[in-house]
């Protein structure tokens, strides 16, 4: 995954699945990669360049960004799911089911990352589509809501010892917030949603 790469490419119209696809996969990654690292270098202070040329830390990023992706793939597909619901009109049910199955595809791109293992990876796959099936039984959320369940599980993955975290977990909430919200408005912007529900409908059939 070329993830410092993918983050800031120009940024085009997303008016089919193709498009929507590439966008989740972008987000997800880039709200828990960027939360991480900058997490850890503010832990560190003067030492963050230190820090980050031991092997032993960088396999503990390694680890904790792949951990991650999946619960900011949860976040970005309950964030493009309450965006285009208004949209879905009586094919709600179908629009939200084809997009959890985009969701799980982009998943599917990667091959087992070498830190988690198969099995683990496996269930990580699992929890995603419970979590993007369980999107359809609420009310679409404000953007700054969405990462109330998933804060503290983030949190306990940063490559930071415990006792050194202190009282920074309503810092790295407040992170999550305000990234979900710049990444709602983005897609906002971006998205013709006509052509994404047609998209996903037919995907749907």
């Known amino acids: 995954m ?5 983050f800031r490419r120009p940024r085009s119209p997303i008016a089919d699945v193709a498009a929507l696809s590439v966008f989740i996969d972008e987000q997800a990654a880039f709200l828990v990669q960027k ?4 997490y850890a270098r503010a832990r560190a202070g ?6 980050f040329a031991e092997q032993g830390f960088l396999d503990a990023i390694e680890l904790a960004r792949w951990q991650a992706y999946p619960l900011g793939l949860a976040m970005i597909g309950e964030l493009v799911e309450g965006v285009l619901r208004p949209h879905a009109g009586d094919d709600r049910q179908a629009i939200q089911e ?4 985009t ?3 982009v998943f599917d791109r990667y091959p087992v990352p070498a830190p988690i293992g198969e099995a683990d990876w496996r269930l990580a796959r699992d929890e995603l589509g419970h979590r993007l099936a369980a999107v359809s039984l609420h009310p679409p959320k404000p953007a700054m809501d969405i990462p109330e369940q998933f804060a503290e599980p983030y949190f306990s993955l940063m490559p930071i010892h415990e006792k050194l975290r202190g009282r920074d977990f309503p810092t790295v909430r407040n992170y999550l917030r305000v990234t979900l ?7 906002s912007r ?5 052509a994404l529900i047609a998209g996903l409908r037919a995907d749907a059939v």
């Open 2 to 6: 070329g993830w410092l790469d993918i």
């Open 98 to 101: 084809s997009l959890a199955e």
């Open 103 to 105: 969701a799980l595809a």
């Open 190 to 194: 971006r998205m013709n949603a006509p």
């Open 35 to 38: 939360g991480i690292y900058e």
């Open 181 to 187: 919200c710049n990444i709602h408005e983005e897609l």
């Open 46 to 51: 003067p030492f963050a360049k230190m820090l």
